[in-house]
Each structure stands twice: as C-alpha cells, then as structure tokens.
C-alpha cells in the first residue's frame, strides 16, 4: 500500500523553477509533519524544507531562500516551489509525512522519491 506519493521531477535547465507534489493517504488526524528531503549523488540525504503541524516551516542549511513550501492539512497535501536550479541540486526528491500517535509512538512514511536533473 502506497501511503506517500511524490512526483513532479524531470529534467529543468539551470535557472529553472519547477514544482513538486506529494500526497498522502496517512490518516489526517495522525500526520504532525510533512517535507521535503534530497539525496544528491553521493552525498547524504538532507533536509530541504519541512513544515510541523501549526509550527513554522524550516528550511536545510543548504538551500534557504531557493525553496518554499505550501501545506494543506485538510487534503494532506505537500508542495514544493523551486527557485533558480542550478546544477548542484540535481537529486532525488522525497516526500516525507510522520504520523505521531498518542502518546508519543511516531511513523515515518516516505514517498518513492522524483528525480529532479538539473542541466547547465
């Protein structure tokens, strides 16, 4: 059971804005944080922009002021608008929902991933 799908990415010339989607069927109720995260060739995957239930949005290290996201909770949807691409954010994308039950047991859901190839 797919619970998490992400999509959107393809091939985007350096400069380029492209959005990504996620969705999720996780329980509304249940889902306390959605993001996004990346994984570069051969780097680690890391954090690109998140946003906690009814708290702000944080966004990695690496790429404030490049991206943005938008939430809605009541159709636990995720977007992610890009910024000026360059190269060097060629990854793949994952979606990310985490479901917190009382009292505190936590599951993360992860999407398949989007490749996003950014060409100079």
């Known amino acids: 059971q797919v619970l998490v799908v992400d999509s959107g990415g393809g091939w985007v010339q350096a400069g380029g804005s492209p959005s990504l989607f996620c969705v999720t069927s996780?329980?509304?109720?249940?889902?306390?944080?959605m993001g996004w995260y990346r994984r570069a060739p051969g780097k680690e995957r890391e954090l690109v922009a998140r946003e906690p239930t009814a708290r702000s949005i944080q966004y990695g290290d690496s790429v404030k002021g490049q991206f943005s996201i938008s939430r809605d909770n009541a159709k636990n949807t995720l977007t992610l608008l890009a910024n000026n691409l360059k190269p060097e954010d060629t990854a793949v994308y994952y979606c990310?929902?985490?479901?917190?039950?009382?009292?505190?047991?936590?599951?993360?859901?992860w999407g398949q991933g989007t490749q996003v190839t950014v060409s100079s």
């Open positions: 996780v329980d509304t109720t249940c889902v306390t944080d």
């Open positions: 990310h929902a985490l479901c917190t039950e009382w009292p505190d047991h936590e599951s993360d859901y």
